[in-house]
T-cell receptor
Framework: QKEVEQDPGPLSVPEGAIVSLNCTYSNSAFQYFMWYRQYSRKGPELLMYTYSSGNKEDGRFTAQVDKSSKYISLFIRDSQPSDSATYLCAMSGVRNQFYFGTGTSLTVIP | NAGVTQTPKFRVLKTGQSMTLLCAQD?????MYWYRQDPGMGLRLIHY???????AKGEVPDGYNVSRLKKQNFLLGLESAAPSQTSVYFC???????????????FGAGSRLTVL
């Protein structure tokens, strides 16, 4: 079983839609939960991170962590064509080991 | 503040040639990592370092060597390149869990390597 599972998509939505991206994980020791955005032929850039459980909001983006279900989500409100990218979830525990999902490809259609 | 810088950005090698990828970070991070990213495979850890002078193997270390002679630099070497090493290579760095910084990764822009 992989440490982190992420649906690869691809996901295609119209501009203005609400997007929900999700990952599940198996290791209860994970403490940091991250979302990275990767544009084509670029490096992953940190979008948001959450420590332990709860929600975090940054503009149109909301990250949620449910440690009891081992499930994390990223919501994008009022999606824009500039949001078209691959979104990677990542997690880490106490030993600076990072575990990544394979990424979900998102296209926002104008 | 440049963050994580990788050189070169692109390189084409012939089978059997050697090369070194250089990663430099200016954030005083303790931990540094080399990943490769292939279609459908996601990011896979090659080697990592928990501090100056230390290195350790990751998930896919075969065919690669690394060195961390200075805290800010992490070098990835290919001694005898093979077509299976055609990939995009990313360097990343992070604070240690004992520091006050958040335990997240900062990535470089990537180095695209083709081995013919």
């Amino acid at each position: 079983q992989k440490e982190v599972e992420q649906d690869p998509g691809p996901l295609s939505v119209p501009e203005g839609a609400i997007v929900s991206l999700n990952c599940t994980y198996s290791n209860s020791a994970f403490q940091y939960f991250m979302w990275y955005r990767q544009y084509s032929r670029k490096g992953p850039e940190l979008l948001m991170y959450t420590y332990s459980s709860g929600n975090k909001e940054d503009g149109r983006f909301t990250a949620q962590v449910d440690k009891s279900s081992k499930y994390i989500s990223l919501f994008i409100r009022d999606s824009q064509p500039s949001d078209s990218a691959t979104y990677l979830c990542a997690m880490s525990g106490v030993r600076n080991q990072f575990y990544f999902g394979t990424g979900t490809s998102l296209t926002v259609i104008p | 503040n440049a963050g994580v810088t990788q050189t070169p950005k692109f390189r084409v090698l012939k089978t059997g040639q050697s090369m070194t990828l250089l990663c430099a970070q200016d954030m005083n991070h303790e931990y540094m990592y080399w990943y490769r990213q292939d279609p459908g495979m996601g990011l896979r850890l090659i080697h990592y370092s928990v501090g100056e002078g230390t290195t350790a193997k990751g998930e896919v270390p075969d065919g690669y060597n690394v060195s961390r002679l200075k805290k800010q630099n992490f070098l990835l070497g290919l001694e005898s390149a093979a077509p299976s090493q055609t990939s995009v290579y990313f360097c990343a760095s992070s604070y240690s869990t004992e520091s006050s910084g958040a335990n997240v990764l900062t990535f470089g822009a990537g180095s695209r390597l083709t081995v013919l």
